[in-house]
């Protein structure tokens, strides 16, 4: 089964240039409905009402990080909970890697990154493309 490039992404970064990096790495590989939000409160109100088939969260953010979005979506009892969630960051802690992965998330990417580590990545999450 290939991929729906016509599903929703949400990509959230308090970075505007990273968001229009990300959203143009995005349209290179096909996929146009994208949507933005500049922090993880922004970010759980757009989730909260409309279906994403990925998120694409940086990390460090404020007031709200992309490991507290993490945490929020997953711990959710809607069914928004089980939403395929990236996270993005500039750290390649150990530690970062094991509390994303405690708190579910499905890949990470450490910037900076190109079109094809995103498309492995999200390949890795969504299937082949």
Do not use: C, H
Request: hydrophobic share 45%.
């Amino acid at each position: 089964m290939s991929v729906n490039k016509s599903i929703n992404i949400l990509i959230v970064d308090d970075y505007t240039t990273m968001l229009r990096i990300i959203k143009n790495l995005l349209k290179q590989l096909g996929f146009d409905n994208v949507d933005e939000a500049t922090d993880g409160t922004a970010a759980l109100e757009k989730i909260k009402n409309k279906e994403y088939g990925l998120v694409i969260s940086d990390w460090n953010m404020e007031p709200m990080t992309g490991l507290e979005l993490l945490k929020q979506v997953r711990g959710s009892e809607a069914a928004y909970k089980n939403v395929p969630f990236i996270m993005v960051t500039a750290e390649s802690k150990t530690e970062n890697v094991v509390a994303a992965k405690q708190a579910g998330v499905n890949n990470y990417i450490v910037k900076p990154f190109n079109a094809e580590t995103l498309k492995t990545k999200i390949a890795s999450v969504l299937g082949e493309f």
